[in-house]
């Protein structure tokens, strides 16, 4: 056997070799396991996914989060909650008046909301995929959150209300690097259909990419906010397929608007830009 196919087995020895370690050390961090649902999880530390979970509930929480410093890993496989149907009020991951919970690498399905965080703090939600929810992809209600490199697909089908990829209600959030694609809204001519929503008096989103969002019998918006006279919108961009009636981004705040810049958006008619501060290099067709 010559010297450099033995260098190239050799190699291909050690790949392999790293790649079993990084694997098994994928679960090293991990405090326990959930292994069924619905679950409750009421001892801080990493709590992971070691295979794909599914539930028929129609209301309630596949998993509550009943205490503070949770981090919710689940390494890729999926939280399914398809099988309670469109009339489902169930919720993927729910926390109430906790602090520090993390919600990282989960395939969330089917649920009335993906993740549904309120009164927290310091949330982080990262690295998740989010598909078929009826009303809300991603829901964090909380001060010092961050929403980042989530892919959010296909929310709606509901009877009535609004429904949005992403809400987010707080201060000094950040919100960044999200794909939001083919949010759908409702008969009710009073609701919204929303890529990223927030409200809250300071913060950054960025960097987002938000599309196909549909208005039902009521308005869609790209990005919708209220407040915000501190926070900055930058550098996202905004595409629906056919021309549309609705907003690119729409500030309902008179006094107290975001600045804008360096944002596209295309495709909605009734306007691109609603009451930014125009902080230069938007585009809109």
């Known amino acids: 056997m010559s010297t450099r196919l033995l260098a190239l087995l050799a190699g291909a020895c050690l790949w392999l070799a790293a790649a079993q370690v990084s ?50 890993d689940c390494n890729d496989f999926k939280l399914g909650g398809l099988a309670a149907g469109l009339g489902t009020s169930a919720l993927g991951i729910r926390a109430d008046n906790r602090v520090n919970i993390t919600i990282r690498q989960c395939v969330l399905r089917g649920f009335w909301s993906g993740s549904f965080i309120q009164d927290g703090a310091g949330t982080l939600i990262e690295d998740n995929r ?29 009877t009535g209300g609004n429904v949005a990829g992403i809400i ?43 599309s196909s969002i ?19 919108i930058e ?20 006094s107290n608007r975001p600045v804008c810049l360096n944002n596209r958006v295309r495709n909605f008619t009734v306007s691109a830009y609603d009451t930014c501060i125009d902080g230069g290099g938007n585009f809109s067709n």
């Not at 201060?171 to 929303?194: F, K, M, P, Q, Y």
């Open 23 to 72: 694997a098994a050390e994928s679960y090293d961090n991990c405090t326990g396991f959930i292994d069924a649902l619905p679950a409750t999880i009421s001892t801080q530390g990493t709590w992971c996914l070691r295979k794909d979970l599914s539930t028929s509930i129609t209301s309630g929480n596949a998993i509550t989060v009943a205490t503070n410093n949770v981090t919710i």
């Open 130 to 158: 989010v598909d078929n929810s009826t009303t809300v992809g991603l829901w964090v209600d909380g001060d010092n959150s961050i929403l980042r490199r989530n892919h959010v697909s296909d929310t709606g089908g509901n």
């Open 168 to 210: 987010s209600q707080g201060d000094n959030t950040l919100i960044a690097d999200n794909v939001v694609s083919g949010v759908t809204g409702t008969s009710d001519v009073d609701g919204e259909s929303r890529g990223i929503a927030f409200s809250g008096y300071a913060g950054l989103i960025r960097g987002n990419y938000i």
């Open 214 to 232: 549909l208005p039902g019998a009521g308005v869609a918006k790209g990005i919708a906010g209220t407040v915000g006279y501190m926070t900055i």
């Open 235 to 254: 550098q996202n961009v905004i595409i629906n397929p056919v021309a549309t009636a609705g907003r690119g981004m729409d500030v309902s705040a008179a």
